[in-house]
């Protein structure tokens, strides 16, 4: 009798456990993303690369295509990106950015008092934020390259919207 009341006792434990961790989990982010579409769309939207040298990471390039979710804060006739680049040995960074071979026409900071700062998903607080504005491209596969004269390369692929 008393090992089945130690049974019944540990049954209840593992069931108590087990609800807890599911009502624990009932804050889902399905939930979080409900309340801010913005940011969802923009997590939706949202690549992260590296370059590696030697099997160690080197540079960090987080990449947001804002078109797709915010589409009339920009200029008509424009592609826009907002990208975090972390390089984890060099305070400068010595890289440059393209879309499908063309030039950016314009690089702006986003600092943490900006509104857009807000709706960043997977902030890197190491990285500087800037949102880099690329003539649109008949192409409506896009790639943002990465090119680093240390580094070397990467493309970030995103389908236009």
């Given at each position: 009798?008393?090992?089945?009341?130690?049974?019944?006792?540990?049954?209840?434990?593992?069931?108590?456990?087990?609800?807890?961790?599911?009502?624990?989990?009932?804050?889902?982010?399905?939930?979080?993303?409900?309340?801010?579409?913005?940011?969802?769309?923009?997590l939706?939207?949202?690549?992260?690369?590296?370059?590696?040298?030697?099997n160690?990471?080197?540079?960090?390039?987080?990449?947001?295509?804002?078109?797709?979710?915010?589409?009339?804060?920009?200029?008509?006739?424009?592609?826009?990106?907002?990208?975090?680049i972390?390089?984890?040995?060099?305070?400068?960074?010595?890289?440059?950015?393209?879309?499908?071979?063309?030039?950016?026409?314009k690089k702006?900071?986003?600092?943490?008092?900006?509104?857009?700062?807000?709706?960043?998903?997977?902030?890197?607080?190491?990285a500087?934020?800037?949102?880099?504005t690329?003539?649109?491209?008949?192409?409506?596969?896009?790639?943002?390259?990465?090119?680093?004269?240390?580094?070397?390369?990467?493309?970030?692929?995103?389908?236009?919207?």
């Amino acid at each position: 009798m008393h090992k089945q009341s130690i049974d019944k006792i540990k049954n209840t434990f593992l069931l108590t456990l087990i609800g807890s961790l599911f009502l624990g989990c009932s804050q889902s982010a399905v939930s979080v993303l409900e309340k801010d579409p913005i940011y969802a769309q923009n997590l939706q939207y949202t690549k992260i690369e590296k370059i590696e040298k030697n099997n160690e990471v080197e540079i960090l390039i987080n990449t947001t295509y804002l078109n797709a979710s915010m589409k009339d804060h920009f200029p008509k006739g424009t592609q826009n990106f907002l990208v975090a680049i972390y390089n984890t040995n060099d305070a400068e960074n010595n890289g440059d950015l393209t879309l499908n071979n063309q030039t950016y026409l314009k690089k702006a900071p986003v600092e943490p008092e900006d509104s857009i700062y807000k709706n960043i998903p997977l902030i890197n607080k190491w990285a500087k934020y800037y949102i880099y504005t690329f003539p649109v491209t008949k192409e409506d596969k896009l790639i943002l390259r990465y090119d680093s004269k240390k580094y070397g390369s990467k493309n970030i692929l995103f389908k236009k919207y």
